[in-house]
């Protein structure tokens, strides 16, 4: 991506995102996202295919920035660097709450942000398990391990988005909610990679 398309790219994203916290995506045109960006039609199309798809881009895009440090190879304390990463995941939801509450929500439709927003804890904990960083005790006999590690993640990236839709419908802080989630996850699942640090 050269220069130009890179600046369009996140004017496009600060546009959707400041028009999705004010009324639903799937009330968004390709019109208004690019007058509020100030491109062409033309230019939306280069990046998505519609108002939805490019809010899902531009919230990726903040979450992978999220985690890019986390998978880099030179990080020695993976439990720390797991929880860091997770209190500013939470964060990021928290900054776009209206946006995530809309897009979590039952009836979100074409907006959804469930399968985004799982498919970005799959993807942290797969690369953690390849760089075996984290490892999923968990025998079934006749399960090939490596399908038993890949259901756990998948487990554990749907109940991690739960979590956050219950957190976003309810009162707790963020480290309350962290003292939640910690307790909540299963005992084959390294919990202290996520534990609020004490004090």
């Given at each position: ?126 690369r953690l398990l390849e760089l075996a960083r984290l490892r999923v ?63």
């Amino acid at each position: 991506m050269d220069a130009r398309q890179r600046r369009s790219q996140e004017r496009l994203h600060a546009a959707v995102l400041r028009l999705a916290a004010e009324r639903p995506v799937a009330d968004l045109s390709v019109t208004a996202v690019a007058t509020e960006a100030g491109v062409h039609r033309s230019t939306f199309y280069e990046h998505a295919t519609s108002p939805a798809d490019l809010l899902r881009a531009a919230l990726v895009a903040e979450l992978d920035l999220l985690r890019a440090g986390l998978l880099s190879d030179d990080t020695a304390d993976v439990p720390r660097a797991v929880r860091e990463v997770t209190v500013d995941v939470l964060r990021h939801v928290q900054r776009h709450a209206v946006i995530y509450r809309r897009g979590l929500g039952a009836g979100s439709g074409s907006g959804s942000l469930h399968a985004m927003l799982s498919e970005h804890f799959r993807g942290t904990s797969r690369r953690l398990l390849e760089l075996a960083r984290l490892r999923v005790d968990v025998t079934v006999p006749a399960v090939p391990d490596e399908v038993v590690a890949d259901l756990a993640v998948r487990f554990i990236a749907d109940g991690t988005v739960g979590v956050i839709e219950g957190w976003l419908d309810g009162g707790l802080s963020l480290d309350q909610l962290l003292e939640a989630y910690a307790a909540l996850l299963p005992a084959w699942w390294p919990s202290h990679m996520v534990e609020a640090p004490a004090g």
